[in-house]
């Protein structure tokens, strides 16, 4: 059984940074294409950034050139770097994650087999 814990989010003012982590446990973290969704209060849930086995990513028109999407696989750890935080990234964001084949990335947020619980991330103008 594969499980997702998020961690990192919090509270920041516009323009600040902050790191989400997601720790997965269980299944082989190698084979794992990931990503982050996020959702906000009355809005359709978003793609933010997704990446592949081998690196490949894709990020959000939105977040584009502001947030960094890694993995440390010695740590079994997806990272979210965000930078220049504006307060329309508030909403809770979501770690995802599937086996797939290298060069695949899954697109829809129920294409995800595990998903983490979320993490509130408040950006404050």
């Known amino acids: 059984q594969v499980q997702l814990a998020e961690s990192g989010g919090g509270s920041v003012q516009a323009g600040g940074s902050l790191r989400l982590s997601c720790t997965a446990s269980?299944?082989?973290?190698?084979?794992?294409?990931m990503g982050w969704f996020r959702q906000a209060p009355g809005k359709e849930r978003e793609e933010v950034a997704a990446?592949?086995?081998?690196?490949?990513?894709r990020y959000g028109d939105s977040v584009q050139g502001r947030f960094t999407i890694y993995k440390d696989n010695a740590k079994k750890t997806l990272i979210l770097e965000m930078n220049s935080l504006k307060p329309e990234d508030t909403a809770t964001y979501y770690c995802?994650?599937?086996?797939?084949?290298?060069?695949?990335?899954?697109?829809?947020?129920?294409?995800?087999?595990?998903r983490g619980q979320g993490t509130q991330v408040t950006v404050s103008s």
């Open positions: 269980g299944g082989s973290f190698s084979s794992f294409c």
């Open positions: 995802v994650a599937d086996i797939c084949a290298i060069g695949h990335v899954e697109k829809r947020f129920d294409e995800y087999r595990f």
């Open positions: 990446l592949g086995r081998i690196g490949s990513v």
